[in-house]
T-cell receptor
Framework: GENVEQHPSTLSVQEGDSAVIKCTYSDSASNYFPWYKQELGKRPQLIIDIRSNVGEKKDQRIAVTLNKTAKHFSLHITETQPEDSAVYFCAARVRTGGFKTIFGAGTRLFVKA | DVKVTQSSRYLVKRTGEKVFLECVQDMDHENMFWYRQDPGLGLRLIYFSYDVKMKEKGDIPEGYSVSREKKERFSLILESASTNQTSMYLC?????????????????FGPGTRLTVL
């Protein structure tokens, strides 16, 4: 079946450094790739997304890249800040009658001040 | 501002009990989802619905059922709760295909219900 693999499961960086989280997906028909951030004790919230007809998208300090051929996509956070500490989930949307989204297992990012 | 609410933040039930988890959204969204969140496993889809009275199985539907009698409400039912159903349950909603922009894909999550089955 469809799945999304996410790495690493835990990432620790110094404040100001960059953080990169990588995901791969299995369904070549996937066409939409969102990233969600979940702070401790809170609900997941969308932070950035990308469609399959775009290779890269940037929003201030965060960017997402997509390689459709390799079925890889990545989240890049530059100039990390302590408030970036959270769990990040990548996801891929597949179409099976409805709009089903498959999530990765999550990456816990720690930004050390 | 989209609001997705869940009936309880914390719930403790006994093995064998029937459990109802309720989710309500106020944005007229067509799609609604139930996930469970477990450490190291991320968000796993239990069931989803893209219209009233419509439902589709997700990746882990066993032991669960759902009900969508009204557009704004999506209920998750544990017919006979078991200890391995102890988890955080998250409800989410999103627009349907009538949205012509990317925004129809964004899922809005509820605050979650932490269920403990003893």
């Amino acid at each position: 079946g469809e799945n999304v693999e996410q790495h690493p499961s835990t990432l620790s960086v110094q404040e100001g450094d960059s953080a990169v989280i990588k995901c791969t997906y299995s369904d070549s028909a996937s066409n939409y790739f969102p990233w969600y951030k979940q702070e401790l004790g809170k609900r997941p919230q969308l932070i950035i997304d990308i469609r399959s007809n775009v290779g890269e998208k940037k929003d201030q300090r965060i960017a997402v890249t997509l390689n459709k051929t390799a079925k890889h996509f990545s989240l890049h956070i530059t100039e990390t800040q302590p408030e970036d500490s959270a769990v990040y989930f990548c996801a891929a949307r597949v179409r099976t009658g409805g709009f089903k989204t498959i999530f990765g297992a999550g990456t816990r990012l720690f930004v050390k001040a | 501002d989209v609001k997705v609410t869940q009936s309880s933040r914390y719930l403790v039930k006994r093995t064998g009990e029937k459990v109802f988890l309720e989710c309500v959204q106020d944005m007229d969204h067509e799609n609604m989802f139930w996930y469970r969140q477990d450490p190291g496993l991320g968000l796993r889809l239990i069931y989803f619905s893209y219209d009233v009275k419509m439902k589709e199985k997700g990746d882990i539907p066993e032991g669960y059922s759902v009900s969508r009698e009204k557009k704004e409400r999506f209920s998750l039912i544990l017919e006979s709760a078991s200890t391995n159903q102890t988890s955080m349950y998250l409800c989410a909603s999103s627009l349907g295909t009538r949205g012509a922009t990317l925004k129809y894909n964004e899922q809005f999550f509820g605050p979650g219900t932490r269920l403990t089955v003893l």
